[in-house]
T-cell receptor, first 113, second 113 residues
Framework: AQSVSQHNHHVILSEAASLELGCNYS??????LFWYVQYPGQHLQLLLK??????LVKGIKGFEAEFIKSKFSFNLRKPSVQWSDTAEYFC???????????FGTGTQLKVEL | ETGVTQSPTHLIKTRGQQVTLRCSSQ?????VSWYQQALGQGPQFIFQ???????GRGNFPPRFSGLQFPNYSSELNVNALELDDSALYLC????????????FGPGTRLTVT
């Protein structure tokens, strides 16, 4: 069965620090990969997605992610975090014939002033 | 453009009871997916509905059932509630064939006592 692993469950950073959240997936076929974010009290929303082409994808709010096929990874990065980036981040892969999102367990990011 | 809405916001039920959760899809969307998000976990796919029929199901027992109506809104029904059913239930809507563009609602928080 397909699965998604997020290695960091809780991350605490100071403002302006760099961020990298790990994500690994287990699926041998063509994958569509996503990062979602859930800000406190808000809906789950899409940060960025990868389908094909350039393995470095850019999303909203300065986030980017790199797809490394050989490592089955899709890590999320941001050069300089802000207090407003405090949220829970979920990595996901689209499977099941293209209609099922399989999510990781999430990483709770807290950015301190 | 109207986003995905869900009702009720919160619900408390007793073990053994039945519950119905409701979802109105985003304007223009004809596909609805339901997810269960237990505390500290990522969302887990329950099932998807398109053209009023179930189209794909996750690892959930038959006591989890759903409906989709001609206006594309949807219901999630859970019979014989168990304590482990306590979770946030998320609805996501999309256009058929574009499950990579799922828009999530705010969720219904179900507590089973």
């Amino acid at each position: 069965a397909q699965s998604v692993s997020q290695h960091n469950h809780h991350v605490i950073l100071s403002e302006a620090a760099s961020l990298e959240l790990g994500c690994n997936y287990s699926y041998g076929g063509t994958v569509n990969l996503f990062w979602y974010v859930q800000y406190p009290g808000q809906h789950l929303q899409l940060l960025l997605k990868y389908f094909s082409g350039d393995p470095l994808v850019k999303g909203i709010k300065g986030f980017e992610a790199e797809f490394i096929k050989s490592k089955f990874s899709f890590n999320l990065r941001k050069p300089s975090v802000q207090w407003s980036d405090t949220a829970e981040y979920f990595c996901a892969v689209l499977t099941g014939g293209g209609n099922k999102l399989t999510f990781g367990t999430g990483t709770q990011l807290k950015v301190e002033l | 453009e109207t986003g995905v809405t869900q009702s009720p916001t919160h619900l408390i039920k007793t073990r053994g009871q039945q519950v119905t959760l409701r979802c109105s899809s985003q304007s223009g969307h004809n596909t609805v997916s339901w997810y269960q998000q237990a505390l500290g976990q990522g969302p887990q796919f329950i099932f998807q509905y398109y053209r009023e029929e179930e189209n794909g199901r996750g690892n959930f027992p038959p006591r989890f059932s759903g409906l989709q109506f001609p206006n594309y809104s949807s219901e999630l029904n859970v019979n014989a509630l168990e304590l482990d059913d306590s979770a946030l239930y998320l609805c996501a809507s999309s256009l058929w064939g574009t499950s990579y563009e799922q828009y999530f609602g705010p969720g219904t928080r179900l507590t089973v006592t």
